[in-house]
């Protein structure tokens, strides 16, 4: 199990690392190695949202996820956004961003790193969303209930999440958008526009994604009601409903993929500022992180241990906190990737008591969600 689930991680890993030591030496070895690592331990709460909304996907768009979606975040993210971000800054084309990015690298360190203030506010609030629409909703399961139940209150009031938002990016833009830290200068109109296009990207996906989950759920009660119904309907079926559930679903993983990888592509220019070695470094850590997500639905980790949902998207609230902050200051990197660790270790081990606690010791035993198979 363990061996087929991380088995292409595992091979990524070692063909990766020998090539670093061909092209760089043990140096470059050494570096690539320390980048995977980061890379992991800035992520770890990205699979465990990520396993839980692949579980909702059938198993072709499990496999498009693990496959295409790979290649998204190892090739897009890790390697091209960063190459993007140079070419937007400085007004220059593709050739000429990738050209710098080789003939320059400390000129190419220096753009992206000024980027940063609109990076972090889309990437802020974008996660700001996700963790205040998880807090707000009421759960059968309440981790840290003395938070969890007033919020589900207050939640059930229309667009609260969205209120909070806009007040968190008008804070930042007000009173840490100037930042020496990354350039200098006023960048508070920067840090607005940026946050801004971060709330409507999820209101969109996301929104998009729900629509056609709910949907999808009440075609499903139809056919349940009406057994002698046709399986289809035309343009309307409910394969294909599934498809565009899915499809936006997809777009959605993909987005917070995106998210989580500002942070962890920022941090990597700490340590070095070749772009191969970069993308090599964390495209393998990306790798660990879609194999933990297949274990993890494979697996039926979430039913399992309840709270470790929680723990993550606790995660994801203070990573946004982290992200908005950074705007002005600069924040370690361990920092950042110990308060995701250390909220999920939490979370997994107050699931372990209450599965104890209630004669469960190994966890659940009900149905485990299945990942496409040959993946």
């Excluded at 830290?181 to 996906?205: E, F, N, P």
């Excluded at 139809?222 to 936006?248: D, I, M, Q, Y």
């Amino acid at each position: 199990m363990l061996l087929k689930t991380f088995g292409w991680s595992f091979a990524i890993t070692v063909l990766g690392l020998a090539l670093a030591g061909v092209l760089w030496g043990w140096q470059g070895l050494a570096i690539v190695g320390i980048l995977s690592i980061l890379e992991i331990s800035l992520s770890f709460d990205n699979a465990v949202i990520n396993a839980g909304i692949l579980r909702k996907m059938n198993a072709f768009w499990q496999k498009i996820f693990l496959t295409l979606g790979i290649l998204i975040a190892v090739f897009g993210m890790r390697m091209v956004f960063p190459v993007v971000i140079v070419a937007v800054t400085a007004k220059l084309g593709p050739i000429e961003a990738v050209n710098l990015a080789i003939s320059d690298k400390a000129q190419y360190e220096e753009l992206v790193t000024s980027a940063h203030p609109a990076i972090a506010s889309f990437g802020g609030i974008f996660l700001l969303m996700i963790f205040l629409d998880f807090i707000f909703e009421e759960r059968d399961y309440k981790w840290l209930s003395w938070i969890e139940k007033p919020m589900a209150k207050i939640g059930k009031l229309d667009t609260l999440s969205i209120i909070i938002a806009l007040v968190a990016l008008l804070v930042s833009a007000m009173t840490v958008a100037t930042s020496v830290a990354h350039g200098g200068g006023d960048k508070s109109a920067t840090v607005l526009l940026s946050g801004v296009a971060g709330l409507v990207t999820y209101l969109i996906v996301s929104g998009i994604s729900g629509f056609f989950e709910a949907k999808l759920e009440d075609e499903g009660e139809e056919a349940g009601e009406v057994a002698a119904a046709p399986a289809t309907k035309g343009n309307g079926s409910a394969v294909g409903l599934a498809g565009k559930a899915a499809f936006f679903m997809f777009l959605y993983l993909e987005v917070i993929d995106a998210s989580f990888s500002f942070d962890g592509v920022i941090s990597a220019f700490a340590i070095t500022n070749d772009i191969f070695m970069m993308a090599l470094g964390l495209g393998i850590g990306a790798m660990y992180i879609r194999s933990l997500t297949v274990f993890l639905v494979r697996k039926g980790t979430l039913d399992d241990y309840v709270y470790l949902e929680h723990g993550a998207h606790y995660a994801i609230g203070a990573l946004a906190v982290i992200l908005l902050v950074t705007i002005k200051y600069e924040v370690n990197e361990v920092i950042t990737g110990l308060v995701g660790v250390v909220l999920i270790a939490l979370s997994f081990t107050s699931s372990v008591i209450r599965n104890r606690r209630e004669g469960k010791p190994g966890g659940t035993s009900g149905e485990k969600s299945e990942v496409a198979s040959g993946v």
